[in-house]
């Protein structure tokens, strides 16, 4: 007997091809359903600072997939993450980076040379 016509499908992602050769373990998923977002994690790390860098490397990787499309690029892309999860934890969120402009220093001067005996021997002649 074929599926009901309203059968909703949950669309998971493909496990990629080195994890199933490798072997290794799922840490942490997410989906949204009906836009609530569910998660599931495993408590895999003594320190929890840990995910830190788990989830500052997903972002790079974000950055990386928005950038392939061509609409963006990463760092855009990570600057708008970065603000909507400081605000999301409440953290007033910074500026996009931008390129500072700075007034250019004068040129260090370069010190005098010491002039050879010959040269000392002509600006004294020219000197009397």
Do not use: C
Not at 17 to 27: H, V, Y
Not at 53 to 79: D, F, M, N, S
Not at 85 to 103: D, N
């Amino acid at each position: 007997m074929p599926p009901p016509h309203d059968t909703r499908i949950y669309e998971a992602l493909v496990i990629p091809n080195d994890a199933l050769d490798k072997g290794g373990m799922e840490i942490l998923r997410a989906g949204l359903v009906d836009d609530e977002l569910y998660v599931t994690a495993r408590r895999v790390f003594k320190d929890p600072a840990t995910w830190g860098e788990i989830l500052g490397e997903i972002t790079q990787r974000l950055g990386r997939i928005y950038a392939a499309e061509g609409e963006y690029k990463a760092k855009e892309v990570i600057a708008a993450i970065e603000n909507a999860f400081a605000a999301e934890m409440g953290a007033t969120p910074v500026a996009a980076p931008r390129r500072k402009r700075t007034k250019r220093k004068p040129a260090a001067r370069k010190p005098a040379r010491a002039k050879t005996k010959r040269a000392a021997k002509r600006s004294s002649r020219k000197a009397r």
